[in-house]
């Protein structure tokens, strides 16, 4: 009689054997394993193990790297364009999912075997043009320009409400300020679009706002491109009385002239009493969710669309020429503008800045990596 032992050995290892069996089958591994049990039969079984382990393989999904778009490549500076929902750098203060999230800064160094320096930050659910630095001194430089009096940055945000008779009232014509003279410059202009650029003028917010219990001052410029009211259009589903029932939209050009965090975002809720469609922390969630819904929107309606730079102080600067870049509107962005419902806010807006339905680019060719000094192209 065999010892007790044994035969609980015996049994446990009977179990795990059918367990390894059920698993293989379900899993689709058992082509794998059925040359062995014939391995002395023929050379048949070796040729379809090999067989079955190609298709195995080749089967297998490949994730790839997410690609940055690069708008300008300098040999000292990269542009980038980055999408809504990235964060700028990895945050030590975050726990699961979210810390192992990418960040753009990682995404950069591994794309162009280069260490980027952020020269100036966007919000994690904000998209558009990023510059950064190659190095600490470049990003200095980088960053004292932007800060300038003559550097433009502008920004496109799709807001609540129509302010239009805001910006026909209250708006103001300033010579040397105007929207005509701080877009880039078109190819061939159309007076219809120069007369359309002046006459609403601009708005200026100039409202402080708190940074670590101090109030600072902060200035942000408001100019108008387009605007569409829905209401009529669409069905009414709540009380007139109810703010939900707003459905009408507005499409602005913001110029910040200070560096605040979140400042756009207040500026346009406080000081316009129209909060970014999408802004969760400035604005209403049954409005985000409403044109959720309906545009498919799902994101912070708010892009760094244009970014220029005056020329640098210092002549030995190799990159401290003027510095002027656009970044398209993101597929998310401009598909819920190109939306069947806003099809006229979406064509009102064109004809004042035809730029904004720029299709995306990539400069691919100018990605050298570290070697990029020794191959920089002229261009």
Request: net charge positive; with cysteine; charged share 25%.
């Amino acid at each position: 009689m065999l010892p007790y032992h044994f035969l609980l050995f015996a049994l446990l290892g009977f179990e795990a054997g059918s367990a390894f069996t059920s698993y293989t089958k379900r899993k689709g591994y058992i082509n794998l394993l059925a040359p062995l049990d014939s391995f002395d039969a023929d050379s048949n079984a070796q040729t379809t193990c090999n067989t079955s382990i190609g298709n195995n393989l080749n089967n297998t999904v490949k994730h790839k790297r997410t690609r940055i778009p690069i708008l300008s490549y300098r040999n000292n500076y990269v542009i980038v364009s980055k999408r809504a929902g990235l964060s700028m750098q990895r945050n030590s203060n975050r726990w699961g999912h979210a810390a192992k999230a990418p960040a753009l800064e990682t995404l950069v160094r591994k794309q162009l075997g280069r260490k980027p320096y952020i020269v100036h930050r966007l919000d994690h659910r904000t998209s558009g043009a990023v510059i950064m630095g190659f190095d600490s001194s470049t990003t200095g430089k980088l960053h004292g320009r932007l800060r300038d009096d003559g550097a433009v940055k502008l920004y496109v945000a799709l807001v609540r409400g129509d302010l239009r008779a805001m910006f026909q009232r209250d708006g103001v014509c300033v010579d040397g300020e105007r929207l005509d003279d701080i877009l880039p410059k078109l190819q061939a202009k159309d007076e219809t679009q120069s007369s359309r650029r002046e006459c609403y003028g601009k708005i200026t917010i100039d409202l402080p706002i708190k940074v670590d219990d101090v109030e600072k001052e902060s200035r942000t410029d408001f100019y108008f491109l387009s605007s569409i009211d829905l209401n009529e259009k669409l069905s009414l589903e709540e009380e007139t009385n109810s703010p939900f029932l707003n459905k009408s939209l507005t499409l602005l050009l913001c110029r910040p002239r200070t560096g605040r965090m979140h400042q756009i975002r207040r500026h346009v809720q406080k000081g316009l009493n129209s909060p970014i469609i999408g802004d969760s922390q400035h604005g209403d969630s049954r409005v985000n969710r409403f044109w959720r819904e309906t545009i498919g929107l799902d994101r912070l309606a708010l892009h760094c669309w244009y970014i220029d730079l005056p020329p640098s102080i210092d002549h030995n600067d190799e990159d401290g020429g003027a510095i002027k870049c656009i970044a398209p509107l993101s597929d998310d962005f401009i598909d819920a503008l190109r939306h069947e419902d806003l099809n006229e806010l979406w064509s009102e807006c064109l004809q004042i800045e035809p730029q904004l339905g720029m299709e995306p680019y990539d400069e691919k060719g100018c990605t050298y990596g570290r070697h990029y000094r020794s191959k920089k192209t002229t261009a």
